[in-house]
DNA sequence: GATTAGGCTTGG
């Protein structure tokens, strides 16, 4: 950032607008305050199977074909929505919306890709749309798909928001009832219906009932399950026992060579339907084993939870049989104890100092111990009453943030998982969110081969583990983000108060201000190895990226979340970045260098005749330099006659050098020249006052100096701010000032991150 | 159309 003017001017243009905006949130990332952009977005829900509303000059293009870099222009994409996620309030009053389409066109082509819908977009959808429709969306953006590893869906995502999205309902299949705006379409019989009434239909057999031998179709209530593992054969295998209204409660042991097509179980208590299982006698008692084109769909099993399906099946039936059979199954389990894990799941804040349960967290850090033991650093937002183990992690072992601010810390829970888990959270990231089955409390600290430092032996301690295996459901899950204890637990961590030097703690600045800037890996990585710019940082904000397009055409209020590169950064040396700003006018300025400040004085020293103003008291030093006799100075030397004398000094006639000289032993010195029978300051370019070795300035625009009735003037607290009040001085901040070029397959943008600096220069 | 596993902890 060196120093041109037009660079200053774009600088001050910028600046008030992206001061508000841009919070330096460490280099990672940004936080981009603005809402989004509320435009009304008409949603065509009374279609009538044949797309007519859409308009002719749109272009259909397959899901298949759709990438980062094609021209959305005028183009359309068609599917039929295979799932749709719950609406989210991600902060008051911005929503989104998340949905599968697959095309559908293609019966060959299961390609399926998620769409996500912001704002009123995302409220319309959430009551028009349901599962089964088809829907064509216009006025979309391409995004790259943060999920694509974790659905295997597209690798890219639709996102539709501002005036430009539109989604025309054109069929559906599967009517709801309960929806009012629904019923007002008429009822279609598209090919759609005919389709899914071709459909065999399954019979599902009850618990009680089940023929050894026979391969049947089941649903049922979870009351234990074990994550997935892999067996010794060629397959994972899932573990589980299920109940239904028969009370009968039958093991089940399912084999799939994929993990995705296990059942996905949340917690006991939730809903799973099988099809085709096979009844076999093992002990004499029933069990079920998967057979031969086996497929599982599970629900959440709280009543009046979301119908959401969690399935890998692309084809995939569900009618309005199977959302009663899901409801009763709800309503008949929540008048039964399920089992003891229906009580175990438990915030930080009622653990027990002894004992197992199932917590629901978010992963902020791990790192490795041992071979066979990672630590998981996680919270849930509220505090463990127990003094928690600290675990001493050496340096470059660890994923994520190494420290979090006082506040935060005092939040997060050191949870260690051993021998399998250990190897499964290896697959975890920072931000994850988490639960962990049949966690153990133990009082008392525990020392891990010297690692761990145990804290004084007062009061309760306690230590989480996750022990090896897999008896009683030991294991970790990552729980989808639309899942509804995800959703509590983002609601927690926004109701706690902001904690602005989270990610960037004065430690952390101070440690990075004084380290070169090569060593610092342009610290765009949260990783501790920062050898380039591509490095990657996660961070545990809740919110969907946008891209930089969508961004750009964003209210400049609100908060976005991107993903992006970086492209290039200014000034390359940290010092570079200190810059002064003016809280008043947002103007943005060098400090100035001292050659410049030295001038300042000694002109004003030359104009200075050491006047005796009536309300101060005035002294004179006469000073003979000895290199010329024939010139002396006097220098002025001025003091409030209410203030104590080492307090503050208004030092007249003195050079830059003097007026340094004597500020290391003055605290407070304002270098000042007269005017006739009055004082005055000099240039505000210069430094106003000279307090605890640092130099102060004010803002020439907005300044009103004073320097009369100074004998009037008491404070009761002596510091900048209010020497610079009483002087008429607008005080300039110290800021760090960096300007990033990001980049995103969409777009660039310059960002200017700001912190304020001042706590730190010393 | 073979095989896997068939819950039930204690320890870093």
């Known amino acids: 950032m060196e120093r041109t003017s037009t660079r200053d001017q774009r600088l001050d243009q910028c600046l008030s607008a992206a001061y508000r905006a841009v919070y330096w949130q460490g280099f990672g990332y940004i936080i981009y305050d603005g809402q989004f952009n509320n435009m009304p977005v008409e949603v065509q829900s009374d279609g009538t199977g044949t797309g007519a509303h859409v308009p002719a000059h749109l272009t259909q293009i397959p899901i298949a074909v759709i990438n980062i870099g094609i021209d959305c222009t005028n183009k359309i994409v068609k599917g039929k929505v295979i799932h749709k996620g719950p609406l989210v309030t991600v902060k008051p009053g911005k929503l989104v919306q998340k949905a599968v389409i697959q095309d559908d066109d293609d019966p060959s082509q299961t390609m399926s890709i998620n769409i996500i819908l912001l704002g009123s977009l995302a409220k319309d959808f959430s009551e028009v749309v349901n599962q089964g429709d088809v829907v064509t969306a216009s006025g979309f953006t391409v995004g790259k798909s943060p999920t694509a590893k974790q659905d295997k869906l597209h690798p890219f995502d639709l996102i539709l928001s501002g005036d430009d999205a539109f989604i025309y309902v054109s069929q559906r299949s599967d009517p709801d009832p309960k929806s009012s705006l629904a019923n007002r379409r008429r009822p279609t019989l598209p090919a759609e219906d005919s389709k899914a009434t071709k459909a065999s239909k399954y019979t599902y057999v009850k618990l009680d009932n089940l023929k050894d031998g026979s391969t049947v179709n089941v649903y049922g209530v979870v009351v234990f399950f074990r994550q997935p593992y892999q067996s010794r054969g060629t397959d994972f295998c899932s573990s589980l026992k299920i109940t239904d209204q028969s009370n009968h409660s039958v093991a089940c042991t399912i084999f799939c060579e994929n993990l995705e097509d296990h059942p996905k179980i949340f917690k006991i208590g939730d809903i799973i339907r099988m099809h085709r299982v096979k009844v076999k006698s093992y002990n004499n008692s029933v069990t079920l084993v998967s057979t031969f084109g086996f497929s599982v769909v599970t629900f959440d099993g709280s009543v009046g939870g979301a119908l959401e399906p969690r399935t890998s099946s692309k084809s995939f039936s569900f009618t309005e049989e199977d959302r009663q059979t899901v409801e009763e199954l709800r309503s008949w389990a929540a008048g039964h104890v399920l089992g003891p894990s229906v009580l175990s799941a438990v915030p930080l804040s009622d653990v027990q100092l002894t004992g197992y349960f199932d917590l629901t967290c978010q992963l902020l850090a791990k790192a490795t111990i041992q071979n066979n033991c990672t630590l998981l650093r996680v919270w849930d937002g509220t505090k463990c009453p127990h003094t928690l183990l600290e675990v001493i992690v050496e340096p470059g072992c660890t994923e994520g943030p190494t420290s979090f601010s006082k506040a935060k810390e005092s939040l997060i829970a050191n949870v260690l998982v051993y021998d399998n888990h250990a190897e499964f959270a290896k697959q975890l990231k920072p931000g994850d969110f988490l639960r962990i089955y049949n ?152 400090i100035p260098d001292d050659e410049l400040v030295a001038g300042i004085f000694s002109e004003a020293s030359q104009r200075s005749r050491a006047c005796r103003p009536p309300d101060l008291l005035s002294g004179q030093v006469n000073l003979h330099e000895e290199s010329s006799v024939s010139q002396s100075r006097v220098l002025g030397i001025h003091l409030c006659p209410n203030l104590i004398v080492k307090d503050l000094m208004f030092l007249e006639g003195s050079t830059l050098e003097e007026t340094r000289l004597i500020a290391a032993e003055y605290q407070n010195i304002v270098p000042v020249t007269s005017s006739g029978d009055h004082l005055a300051l000099l240039d505000l370019s210069a430094p106003f006052l000279f307090r605890d070795r640092r130099r102060y300035y004010g803002c020439k625009q907005c300044s009103e100096t004073v320097l009369r009735n100074l004998s009037s003037v008491s404070m009761e607290v002596m510091d900048e701010k209010m020497i610079a009040n009483t002087l008429g001085v607008e005080l300039l901040q110290f800021v760090f000032v960096m300007k990033l070029e990001l980049q995103d397959a969409t777009d660039t943008l310059d960002v200017f991150l700001m912190k304020h600096a001042l706590h730190t220069l010393s």
């Not at 609601?491 to 060593?519: A, C």
């Open 439 to 590: 966690l153990r409390a133990i009082p008392g600290s525990i020392k891990v081969s010297g690692l761990t430092s145990s804290k004084p032996v007062e009061g309760d301690h306690v230590t989480l583990n996750l022990h090896g295996g897999t008896s009683y459901g030991k294991g970790i899950r990552v729980l989808p983000e639309d899942n509804p204890d995800v959703q509590k637990l983002k609601r927690v961590f926004e109701s706690l108060p902001k904690d602005e030097e989270d990610d960037l703690s004065d430690s952390n600045l101070i440690e990075i201000w004084g380290t070169p800037p090569e060593s610092l890996g342009v610290t765009v990585g949260g990783k501790e190895e920062c050898s380039g710019v591509r490095t990657e940082r996660s961070c545990s904000h809740q919110m969907l990226p946008v891209t930089l397009a969508q961004l750009k055409q964003s209210h400049p209020d609100g908060s976005h979340h991107v993903r992006v590169q970086l492209r290039s950064f200014e000034p390359r040396r940290l010092y570079q970045a200190l810059k002064l700003f003016c809280n008043k006018c947002s103007s943005l300025q060098d």
